[in-house]
T-cell receptor, first 114, second 112 residues
Framework: GAGVSQSPSNKVTEKGKDVELRCDPI?????LYWYRQSLGQGLEFLIY????????KSGLPSDRFSAERTGGSVSTLTIQRTQQEDSAVYLC????????????FGPGTRLTVT | GNSVTQMEGPVTLSEEAFLTINCTYT??????LFWYVQYPGEGLQLLLK?????DKGSNKGFEATYRKETTSFHLEKGSVQVSDSAVYFC???????????FGKGTTLSVSS
């Protein structure tokens, strides 16, 4: 079946603008994760959704970052008032959730803030 | 807190050489351990995993053994190929469904 998909693949935005990044997880996966990959910080966890439970937002770097997951499927990561340090590749992953540990990653969205 | 430390790269090898990439971890309890690979221009792919002490994960000729006594999960391959050139990430998950904690990645470059 289809893997995790993300859109757009590339996004260039001006400092101060808001951006939305989208993730479509693998069908049937109840857990969804967002990570950020940057040269200086490596791979960092941002936020995690599991079923209908409240999301784990412990990795969000500031209140400019938020995410939602509609209908237990598609997720959108929103960055408000973007800064240059937000430039990174944003990765989405999904898994079956409780009882399994394997996470399957999408191709990522490369965000460049100018 | 939990953390993963892996050897600094880049690692440069000739084709058919033996590969070891060291990975050690700090975690409470009994984490699951993973190696992910990122080929140039592609996303992260799970390479192998081990979920309990002494388990050996293996895939595509790569192996790693979960050593609780040394808190290690070193990646090995007996004979690397040019197509193995990629960035390798060691990671742990402390319980089912929680976020992965990654090492900083090791770049492997294999020449013919």
């Amino acid at each position: 079946g289809a893997g995790v998909s993300q859109s757009p693949s590339n996004k260039v935005t001006e400092k101060g603008k808001d951006v939305e990044l989208r993730c479509d997880p693998i069908s049937g996966h109840t857990a969804l994760y967002w990570y950020r990959q940057s040269l200086g910080q490596g791979l960092e966890f941002l936020i995690y959704f599991q079923g209908n439970s409240a999301p784990d937002k412990s990795g969000l770097p500031s209140d400019r970052f938020s995410a939602e997951r509609t209908g237990g499927s598609v997720s959108t990561l929103t960055i408000q008032r973007t800064q240059q340090e937000d430039s990174a590749v944003y990765l989405c992953a999904s898994s079956y959730g409780t009882g399994t540990y394997e996470q399957y990653f999408g191709p990522g969205t490369r965000l460049t803030v100018t | 807190g939990n953390s993963v430390t892996q050897m600094e790269g880049p690692v440069t090898l000739s084709e058919e050489a033996f590969l070891t990439i060291n990975c050690t971890y700090t975690a409470t309890g009994y984490p699951s351990l993973f190696w992910y690979v990122q080929y140039p221009g592609e996303g992260l792919q799970l390479l192998l995993k081990a979920t309990k002490a002494d388990d050996k994960g293996s895939n595509k000729g790569f192996e790693a053994t979960y050593r609780k006594e040394t808190t290690s999960f070193h990646l090995e391959k007996g004979s690397v190929q040019v197509s193995d050139s990629a960035v390798y990430f060691c990671a742990l998950s402390s319980q089912a469904g929680t976020a992965l904690i990654f090492g900083k990645g090791t770049t492997l470059s294999v020449s013919s």
